[in-house]
């Protein structure tokens, strides 16, 4: 039994224990307040210092920065269309790329528009630098209409880019002038052959990407393709999307250009011999990539139609992501992940 002195010390200790197990939690959040990023409520830091805690949603392995919706051509399907002239300020764009490295991000792609357009091409030229010689990714590469490339481009960016995709629908004219990608004077395939020239003689890898619609869908492209020999073909089902290509307030109306999954199966099998092809279905392409938009706002396409988060610029990677709708799964079951780092690849055409 006690003492009264001793019943006194316990009771004291009872009631000390009492009030700080009721002042802990929040002297413990006022310490993680006064650190930046960890305070309730606000969003990580924008500085990859979330990396050590329990990563949420997906890695952003492979980006698709669409930077600029502008573009010289009007093809009448284009999902990716010109609803505004917004392109972020080089500083901006550079730090968005740091954020996304942080995160993860081993590939990215530039994309538009036009990607040449903005600039003339020196805008994509120094982020292609920026990506490869500051953060080091192991892949960058661009997909542009190949209109607007100059020599000059590849003798000072060429070194920093791993793969150059083109887009090709067809090698004839007048299909080209029904999508909205008429050459006027100019030869669709020699300039196709001029690019894959620079591609050979600066050091990257040349790729050909062509979306299947309406009028391409006969098309016997197995002669030029395999004459051009590109490291890869990705051939792509024309996809409607709400609000860009369809729809009462979109740019477009590429209804006329759909095509059934049987025609498109066809057009697949006609070329079944060609090694390099890669299909797309709309039901693998819709979901499987991580788009940024020119204000770097994931889009999710989920719903149809392209529906903005908020920009990584503002809230980080981490809480941008969850708003993507990205399939992660459906990424790396369409093949994805591939060699796409030139010092990995055989360049051999
Ligand atoms: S070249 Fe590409 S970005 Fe330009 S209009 Fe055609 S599909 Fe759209």
Same mark, same amino acid.
């Given at each position: 039994?006690?003492?009264?002195?001793?019943?006194?010390?316990?009771?004291?200790?009872?009631?000390?224990?009492?009030?700080? =197990?009721?002042?802990?939690?929040?002297?413990?959040?006022?310490? @993680?307040?006064?650190?930046?990023?960890?305070?309730?409520?606000?969003?990580?830091?924008?500085?990859?210092?979330?990396?050590?805690?329990?990563?949420?949603?997906?890695?952003?392995?492979?980006?698709?920065?669409?930077?600029?919706?502008?573009?010289?051509?009007?093809?009448? %399907?284009?999902?990716?269309?010109?609803?505004?002239?917004?392109?972020?300020?080089?500083?901006?764009?550079?730090?968005?790329?740091?954020?996304?490295?942080? *995160?993860?991000?081993?590939?990215? $792609?530039?994309?538009?528009?036009?990607?040449?357009?903005?600039? /003339?091409?020196?805008?994509?030229?120094?982020?292609?630098? %920026?990506?490869?010689?500051?953060?080091?990714?192991?892949?960058?590469?661009?997909?542009?209409?190949?209109?607007?490339?100059?020599?000059?481009?590849?003798?000072?960016?060429?070194?920093?880019?791993?793969?150059?995709?083109? =887009?090709?629908? =067809? %090698?004839?004219?007048?299909?080209?002038?029904?999508?909205?990608?008429? @050459?006027?004077?100019?030869?669709?395939?020699? $300039?196709?052959?001029?690019?894959?020239?620079?591609?050979? $003689?600066?050091?990257?890898?040349?790729?050909?990407?062509?979306?299947?619609? /309406?009028?391409?869908?006969?098309?016997?492209?197995?002669?030029?393709?395999? *004459?051009?020999?590109?490291?890869?073909?990705?051939?792509?089902?024309?996809?409607?999307?709400?609000?860009?290509?369809?729809? +009462?307030?979109?740019?477009?109306? !590429?209804?006329?250009?759909?095509?059934?999954?049987?025609?498109?199966?066809?057009?697949?099998? #006609?070329?079944?011999?060609?090694?390099?092809?890669?299909? +797309?279905?709309?039901?693998?392409?819709?979901?499987?990539?991580?788009?940024?938009?020119?204000?770097?706002?994931?889009?999710?396409?989920?719903?149809?139609?392209?529906?903005?988060? /908020?920009?990584?610029?503002?809230?980080?990677?981490?809480?941008?992501?969850? %708003?993507?709708?990205?399939?992660?799964?459906?990424?790396?079951? #369409?093949?994805?992940?591939?060699?796409?780092?030139? !010092?990995?690849?055989?360049?051999?055409?």
């Amino acid at each position: 039994m006690l003492s009264p002195p001793g019943r006194l010390l316990r009771l004291l200790l009872a009631a000390l224990a009492a009030l700080w =197990s009721r002042l802990a939690p929040s002297g413990l959040w006022l310490c @993680q307040a006064r650190r930046p990023g960890l305070a309730r409520g606000r969003a990580p830091r924008a500085d990859g210092d979330g990396a050590a805690r329990r990563r949420r949603g997906p890695v952003p392995l492979s980006v698709n920065y669409h930077f600029t919706r502008r573009c010289n051509y009007t093809c009448g %399907f284009c999902f990716h269309t010109a609803r505004t002239s917004f392109v972020l300020p080089l500083e901006e764009a550079e730090r968005g790329l740091r954020l996304l490295k942080a *995160a993860g991000m081993e590939k990215i $792609n530039f994309s538009g528009g036009e990607p040449f357009l903005h600039q /003339r091409g020196e805008f994509v030229g120094k982020l292609v630098q %920026f990506c490869k010689q500051e953060l080091k990714l192991p892949s960058v590469s661009i997909v542009s209409n190949g209109s607007m490339i100059k020599e000059r481009w590849f003798k000072h960016y060429g070194k920093y880019l791993d793969i150059l995709a083109v =887009s090709c629908d =067809s %090698f004839c004219e007048e299909v080209n002038v029904l999508i909205g990608r008429g @050459q006027g004077k100019r030869n669709h395939v020699e $300039n196709l052959q001029k690019l894959k020239k620079w591609c050979q $003689n600066y050091g990257v890898a040349f790729k050909i990407n062509s979306v299947i619609n /309406r009028f391409n869908v006969e098309e016997d492209m197995n002669e030029q393709i395999t *004459a051009l020999n590109p490291v890869r073909w990705k051939v792509f089902q024309c996809l409607l999307i709400e609000g860009e290509n369809t729809g +009462e307030d979109a740019l477009r109306e !590429a209804e006329r250009f759909v095509i059934s999954d049987e025609e498109f199966e066809r057009f697949l099998q #006609r070329h079944k011999d060609v090694s390099c092809l890669v299909p +797309e279905c709309n039901q693998k392409m819709r979901n499987s990539y991580l788009i940024l938009d020119e204000y770097m706002r994931f889009l999710n396409c989920v719903n149809g139609r392209k529906e903005p988060s /908020r920009s990584i610029l503002d809230v980080g990677v981490e809480d941008a992501i969850q %708003f993507s709708g990205f399939d992660e799964k459906m990424f790396f079951k #369409r093949g994805g992940k591939y060699i796409w780092s030139k !010092a990995d690849m055989a360049l051999e055409w």
